[in-house]
């Protein structure tokens, strides 16, 4: 997989709109929500090209049989895929477009971990040209090394996410 990040791109709103839909019709009344998550749902910010949608279900076990649908729709169904109590789906192979972090609706740690990180970087515009930045420096770095390129990453989301909680729980 080649590590690209490019400049924000006003149809990766429409582009999750779009698979929600698809997504919706799979899942009807096991989806509780589904929000648009990661760099591409944080306008203006750089970003690889894939858009990540986060699904909030009434029973995690249950997704597990809707896996041939999402293969149907062409997603790769990778289990929890390094995260307990998660259901993670990608598509596009090396070339990957969309990626699905689902929970169930009472996993509140990893949900709010996810949206506020996003809303902290829609309201700190400084912070996520300093995110944008560091991601396109280790693109240049790491340009076929994901593991790299996500450990660089690591200490910077790590200080955020805590910063983004804090943030959330103040402002609520």
């Known amino acids: 997989m080649i590590i690209k990040v490019i400049d924000y791109n006003q149809n990766w709103s429409s582009d999750y709109l779009k698979e ?27 970003a690889k090209p894939i858009i990540d949608i986060l699904l909030v279900v ?27 109590g998660r259901r993670y789906f990608r598509k596009g192979g090396d070339n990957r477009t969309h990626q699905i972090h689902a929970f169930q609706f009472d996993n509140i ?9 996003r809303d902290y970087l829609r309201q700190f ?28 990453k690591d200490d910077f989301v790590k200080k955020i996410e805590k910063e983004a909680l804090k943030w959330h729980w103040t402002n609520r």
Not at 132 to 149: E, F, M, N, R, V
């Open 20 to 46: 929600e839909q698809s997504i919706r019709s799979i899942l009807e009344e096991e989806l509780v929500n589904s929000f648009h998550i990661g760099s591409t749902s944080v306008p203006g910010l750089k």
């Open 58 to 84: 009434n029973d995690i076990n249950k997704l597990d049989s809707f896996s041939n649908q999402f293969q149907d729709i062409g997603y790769e169904v990778m289990g929890e895929f390094g995260i307990t």
């Open 109 to 117: 740690q990893e949900i709010e971990r996810h949206l506020s990180f």
């Open 125 to 152: 515009p400084e912070i996520c040209k300093e995110y944008g930045q560091l991601k396109s420096k280790l693109a240049d770095q790491y340009p076929t090394d994901i593991d790299g390129y996500g450990d660089g």
